[in-house]
């Protein structure tokens, strides 16, 4: 997932393969954070936010959710 310097938030929709599945999400980079569910159990949603780069070096951290790796990128400022 993409952003410009500017940050901003988006969805990851969560489909695990069994209904009964529980999973949580968790923030691998200080600089995304998660601003609603960390849990659930089937299929689900998590929303996300990235804060505003005020570096010029563009940067990448991860959020992991079921498992799963969500890698985020994000460029640096002008």
Partial sequence: VKFSV???SKTVKVKPNLA????TA????????LTART???GRGTVDFS?????????????????????TVTQSGAP
């Fill in 6 to 8: 500017a940050g901003g």
């Fill in 20 to 23: 009964d599945c529980a999973w």
């Fill in 26 to 33: 968790a923030s691998n980079a200080a600089f995304l954070t």
């Fill in 39 to 41: 849990n659930g159990v």
């Fill in 50 to 70: 990235v804060a505003a780069n005020t570096n010029t070096v563009a940067r990448i951290g991860t959020i992991t959710i079921a498992g799963q790796t969500v």
